[in-house]
DNA sequence: CGTGGGACCTGCTGGC
DNA sequence: TGCCAGCAGGTCCCAC
């Protein structure tokens, strides 16, 4: 469900009410993520205050006094609310982070593709981290850096930019919407596009992820945020769900092909 | 090494 | 109306 808009429009909602509050529970309903939940976590994180709440990718760091850090990822279909801890928990509520205040922090995931791990130190360290390329709304994600890396490579441009070592936080969504803004197909091998190109096709990344995160992000079916309602980016896509439509600037229509089993819209008119 | 495909899991939709 | 195949916002891991 959640790419990195999504994902930052979590954080934002709910890093006021838990900063600086205490963990006085965790409930696990559900260990059974895409990696089972630590058995010691609860006991690990319990009576920690919470610092702060920092993205890094897809995944949301709390960041925990004494040194440590919850790292989670939402999946494909996780989400984070807030609600009353004595709230009762709806299907496939699987985690609850009980703060001292009263309220709690729900992850709710049913299709169980999120993860929640326990880390001490710097969490940058952490193998799910580790190996994670630039955050795309940073400086370090410039023109010149993706052209250098794209260098004798025969991926599809699309590919490249959802790989994590590459560039983080672009999804399927917004990889489609970036590579029309930029005129790319998303076939084209990164190896043959040429340095302007790619100039415009790291602005259209930033371009598009700080519009859907200024927009609140992207609800398709059941995306919303921390307090439960939806982003509003949908009505701004101009490619992605629309194969068949009109493109909104040529005479073009809008096709869908696979693209190593992801779904990729793209327009023939003005895509090369 | 780079690349493509399968795997994980549940729920919803659309076609018959 | 009911059933089932196919598809969904992610990403790790394994063959080639």
């Known amino acids: 469900m959640p790419e990195l808009p999504e994902v930052e429009t979590t954080r934002r909602g709910i890093e006021p009410h838990v900063r600086g509050r205490r963990i006085a529970k965790i409930i696990i309903r559900d260990a059974r993520l895409r990696w089972p939940i630590a058995e010691n976590l609860p006991r690990q994180a319990e009576d920690r205050r919470i610092i702060g709440i ?3 990718a897809k995944y949301l760091l709390f960041r925990l006094e004494a040194d440590a850090t919850l790292i989670l990822h939402l999946g494909m279909s996780g989400s984070l609310r807030l609600v009353a801890a004595q709230d009762p928990p709806l299907a496939h509520a ?14 709710t995931d049913p299709r169980r593709f999120g993860s929640l791990h326990w880390c001490t130190g710097d969490p940058a360290q952490h ?3 580790a190996s994670l390329g630039p955050e795309p709304l940073s400086s370090a994600f410039h023109a010149d850096y993706l052209y250098g890396l794209s260098r004798g490579r025969r991926i599809c441009a699309k590919a490249l930019l959802m790989d994590s070592r590459a560039v983080v936080g672009i999804g399927n969504i917004y990889a489609n919407e970036a590579l029309y803004r930029a005129a790319i197909r998303p076939m084209r091998s990164a190896g043959c596009i040429g340095r302007n ?5 790291v602005q259209a990344v930033k371009s598009v992820l700080a519009e859907a995160i200024e927009a ?3 609800t398709l079916r059941d ?50």
């Open 94 to 107: 699987h985690l609850d982070i009980i703060l001292a205040s009263g309220q709690a922090l729900r992850y």
């Open 223 to 272: 995306f919303t945020d921390s307090t439960g309602q939806p982003g509003y980016f949908h009505r701004r896509l101009e490619v992605y769900g629309r194969g068949g439509a009109a493109c909104q600037r040529c005479a073009g229509i809008i096709r869908m092909e696979r693209l190593g089993q992801r779904a990729t819209y793209y327009c023939p008119g003005c895509q090369f």
């Open 197 to 201: 190109r790619y100039a415009r096709l």
């Open 54 to 56: 920092q993205r890094r």
């Open 127 to 129: 193998h799910l981290l």
């Open 216 to 218: 609140g992000g992207t």
